[in-house]
């Protein structure tokens, strides 16, 4: 399928591409939020640890 | 402002420089575009296929190498049992959870990782991208363990096809643009498809399977619903259904095809496609592992070696090959995307052209980083005395563990009406997501329970 440049700046202007996407702005995680993010790396953390010893014990047939 | 966009002009009816990027993209946009406009069944049918992509992808690599085991080890140690009915519900999370990236990508025409880094700081941004690189690594691994195990089904060494599955997944990525890229890879993800046919033609017994469904075999559980065996094959199933890498896949890769607000409905399409496959493929595995390799020893911790020589054991040489097949596939498949994933995440942190239609040498940052990730998990498994199985179900729960902060960024983002709109979540789709993270979480912590205090519960 052959496109020429008019077919191609049609669809940017219709579609929008010629401009670029609107802004986003960077916000502050409130802090019950960060309090969340930093409660669930530190289940990361105790689950990975949990992980090693539990697969350990599965492996051992126990 | 997005890179690939800095050389348009603004001003309208004014020719416009296209970026590399992004001209690939409208020229896209412009193949389905005509495909609307025109009219017949055959048209239809050609823009219904130029439509799906990303879903599909997303959903029949979720049935990776990994995936196909996990099922497998699911049906040997419980045969045709609560597994296969449940397959249903993990196939409801996988929608729920990646319909929200179709929304997101849509509407903002950015990546997953671009969002967080830009909405809440480098700091945070780091956190999900590093978990993401990760756990991808990790995943890879498993990925090239169905490769190995596939080349010693067909007497080839295992030191010539790995490197050859890197050339290619790898290759594919780097060398093609976009579409052909995504047409490529939706044509070896539909060889997904071939453990269907292989469990049909094994002879199912179908009452069994029903009744599975209708609760008449009690739904028993041997050593209970709290044994450790047991929650860590619950954990790797929802961790084999919905994993980091695909949020940050499919969110991307709706970016890169150029899908816009008006594509959603569509995209829902592509996606409940992808489901369906993903559900159908699951249970077909359990299905057949459940029948033929039930009760086999140590069957939670199976490796795929092990699995293959099963089915040829009980099912012929012919099913052990399409199996190896099958697995060769998974691997593939899921290596390509779960790559794909990897670069896009890293362009979009690193803020350089992050488009798989930009050439190699505008964007090495953008390649780069997912090409060596990809290279350390194949280089891995060219070592000789890799614990297969312990890996493979070891990535599975880890991707659970990572899931649940995933999904907080994208439960924020999809709550942030500036970003999104009336694109924003629905209270009972945020209350369907709660759920299933609080569901990741108590599976998870029921499984650590039992695994260091074994009678705890």
Not at chain 2, 310 to 329: D, H, R, S, T, Y
Request: glycine share 8%; charged share 10%; proline share 4%.
């Amino acid at each position: 399928m052959t496109h020429d440049k008019s077919d191609l700046d049609a669809i940017a202007y219709s579609e929008g591409w010629h401009v670029p996407p609107p802004e986003v702005t960077c916000v502050i995680l409130r802090p019950w939020q960060q309090a969340v993010f930093w409660g669930l790396r530190l289940y990361i953390i105790a689950m990975l640890a949990v992980m090693a010893v539990g697969f350990a014990q599965v492996a051992a047939g126990k | 402002m997005s890179v690939e966009t800095e050389t348009c002009s603004p001003v309208i009816a004014a020719p416009i420089a296209y970026s590399e990027g992004l001209q690939h993209r409208i020229r896209d946009r412009l193949r389905i575009e005509r495909l609307r406009s025109g009219g017949g069944l055959l048209n239809r049918l050609a823009l219904g296929l130029a439509l799906v992509g990303p879903g599909l992808l997303v959903m029949l690599g979720d049935n990776d190498a990994g995936g196909v085991i996990t099922y497998a080890q699911t049906g040997a140690t419980y045969g045709l049992s609560l597994f296969i009915p449940l397959m249903i519900p993990l196939g409801f999370i996988a929608y729920l959870v990646q319909e929200m990236t179709i929304r997101l990508g849509a509407v903002t025409r950015r990546g997953h990782a671009e969002m967080i880094w830009k909405r809440y700081g480098k700091f945070w941004g780091a956190f999900s991208l590093i978990d993401l690189v990760a756990a991808n690594i990790l995943t890879l691994m498993t990925e090239f363990i169905g490769v190995r195990v596939a080349s010693e089904i067909f007497r080839v060494p295992y030191l010539i096809t790995i490197p050859f599955a890197f050339v290619l997944v790898t290759g594919v990525l780097v060398f093609l643009k976009y579409y052909t890229w995504e047409r490529v890879s939706l044509f070896i993800a539909a060889f997904n498809l071939i453990f269907v046919p292989l469990t049909l033609l094994s002879h199912p017994d179908w009452s069994a399977i029903g009744r599975t469904f209708t609760g008449e075999t009690g739904w028993v559980v041997p050593g209970g619903l709290f044994s450790a065996s047991f929650l860590m094959l619950v954990s790797a199933n929802i961790g084999t259904t919905i994993a980091p890498w695909q949020l940050f896949f499919q969110q991307s890769c709706v970016v890169d095809k150029g899908l816009l607000v008006k594509d959603i409905k569509a995209s829902r399409r592509d996606l409940m496609l992808g489901v369906l496959g993903m559900v159908l493929v699951a249970v077909a595995i359990i299905v057949v592992a459940g029948q033929y390799l039930h009760a086999l020893p140590n069957a939670t911790s199976l490796d795929d070696d092990t699995v293959v020589h099963a089915i040829g054991a009980k099912l012929g040489q012919g099913a052990m090959v399409v199996f190896a097949l099958g697995l060769l596939e998974a691997g593939l498949i899921a290596a390509i995307v779960i790559t794909a994933s990897t670069a896009w995440a890293i362009g979009e942190a690193l803020d350089v052209p992050r488009s798989v239609n930009v050439s190699p040498h505008r964007s090495l940052y953008f390649y780069a980083p997912a090409v060596m990730g990809t290279a350390i998990a194949a280089g891995t498994l060219m070592l000789p005395n890799v614990p297969i199985g312990f890996l493979n179900l070891t990535v599975q729960v880890i991707a659970t563990v990572f899931m649940p902060a995933a999904m907080l960024f994208l439960l924020m983002l999809l709550n942030d009406r500036e970003l999104l709109g009336e694109h924003v979540n629905s209270h009972l789709r945020n209350a369907l997501s709660i759920s299933v993270m609080i569901l990741l979480i108590v599976c998870n912590g029921l499984y650590g329970i039992s695994a260091v205090f074994p009678n705890a519960l």
